[in-house]
């Protein structure tokens, strides 16, 4: 079984999302496979549509309930259409049968507004969904106690239902990898062990925006996942190559 996690940014091209979708698809003959994914980029112009305000707080989107509202119909929609894309496959949300369920990470939202974390993840759904040959294509968002949805970053969506299913994650976003020396290519980490990536955090070789994804890698080995790898979904051919270990960074726990 194999988690694929797809990044908003790296779906930005129509004709390289359904490639991709392709490759996907074309790996379900050997392998499981169930597809997480973001989606930005779309969030970001359906907000922007409906002239509600877009900011970020300690990297994560602030989510009023009427942004939750448009947030919800832009991954429903999305994971649809991904869904259609690869073909045996179907687009769920947290509601199907609670897929996802957690608590907002503040008391009453705070500042954040409707963020949360996944703390539960309904593995039945999804194992029932593969027996019968259908992928599983998860938007980012959880329910709460209540019911009522909140938003995920979908990395953590992603290394939540990894490490539930016990199964490696494939994180392919708009990067090629860890690099030592940022931006020389020649600089990148084939193998990154994580308490190796805590220390580069430290250090700083590891910034800004890679900081979210390396340690999304970690919190899906911590939750049960069996390796990380994260690469670039920019490119034609990559999950070949990543699971020939010829591409991306791959993480393990020591």
């Given at each position: 079984?194999?988690?694929?996690?797809?990044?908003?940014?790296a779906?930005?091209?129509?004709?390289?999302?359904?490639?991709?979708?392709?490759?996907?698809?074309?790996?379900?003959?050997?392998?499981?496979?169930v597809?997480?994914h973001?989606?930005g980029p779309v969030?970001?112009q359906?907000?922007q549509?409906l002239?509600?305000?877009?900011h970020?707080?300690?990297?994560?989107?602030?989510?009023?309930s009427?942004?939750?509202?448009?947030i919800?119909?832009?991954?429903?929609?999305?994971?649809?259409?991904?869904?259609?894309?690869?073909?045996?496959?179907?687009?769920?949300?947290a509601?199907?049968?609670?897929l996802?369920?957690?608590?907002?990470?503040e008391?009453?939202?705070?500042?954040?507004?409707r963020v949360?974390?996944?703390l539960?993840v309904?593995?039945?759904?999804l194992?029932?969904?593969?027996k019968?040959?259908?992928?599983?294509v998860?938007?980012?968002?959880g329910?709460?106690?209540?019911?009522?949805?909140?938003?995920?970053?979908?990395?953590?969506?992603?290394?939540?239902?990894?490490g539930?299913?016990?199964?490696?994650i494939?994180?392919?976003s708009?990067v090629?990898?860890?690099?030592?020396?940022?931006?020389?290519p020649?600089?990148?980490?084939?193998?990154?062990s994580?308490?190796?990536?805590?220390a580069g955090?430290?250090?700083?070789?590891i910034?800004g925006?890679?900081?979210?994804?390396v340690?999304?890698?970690?919190?899906?080995?911590e939750?049960?996942?069996t390796?990380a790898?994260?690469a670039s979904?920019?490119?034609a051919?990559?999950?070949?190559?990543?699971l020939?270990?010829?591409?991306?960074?791959?993480?393990?726990?020591s």
């Amino acid at each position: 079984m194999l988690v694929i996690k797809y990044g908003g940014n790296a779906m930005k091209s129509l004709e390289l999302r359904r490639t991709i979708a392709a490759e996907i698809a074309h790996l379900r003959a050997r392998e499981s496979v169930v597809v997480v994914h973001g989606g930005g980029p779309v969030i970001e112009q359906i907000l922007q549509k409906l002239g509600l305000e877009s900011h970020f707080l300690r990297g994560l989107r602030v989510t009023s309930s009427a942004a939750m509202d448009a947030i919800e119909m832009a991954i429903t929609r999305l994971s649809k259409e991904l869904a259609q894309d690869l073909g045996g496959a179907i687009g769920l949300s947290a509601r199907d049968d609670h897929l996802l369920e957690g608590e907002l990470l503040e008391p009453g939202g705070g500042e954040l507004g409707r963020v949360g974390q996944v703390l539960n993840v309904n593995t039945n759904l999804l194992e029932g969904l593969l027996k019968m040959g259908v992928t599983p294509v998860i938007g980012c968002m959880g329910l709460d106690a209540q019911g009522e949805p909140f938003n995920v970053n979908a990395d953590w969506v992603a290394g939540a239902v990894a490490g539930a299913l016990k199964s490696p994650i494939i994180y392919l976003s708009d990067v090629e990898g860890v690099y030592r020396n940022y931006p020389d290519p020649s600089s990148l980490i084939s193998n990154l062990s994580a308490p190796d990536a805590r220390a580069g955090i430290e250090e700083g070789w590891i910034a800004g925006g890679m900081i979210p994804k390396v340690e999304a890698a970690i919190y899906a080995l911590e939750q049960g996942a069996t390796g990380a790898t994260l690469a670039s979904g920019m490119q034609a051919g990559v999950l070949e190559r990543i699971l020939a270990g010829g591409a991306g960074t791959r993480f393990s726990q020591s």
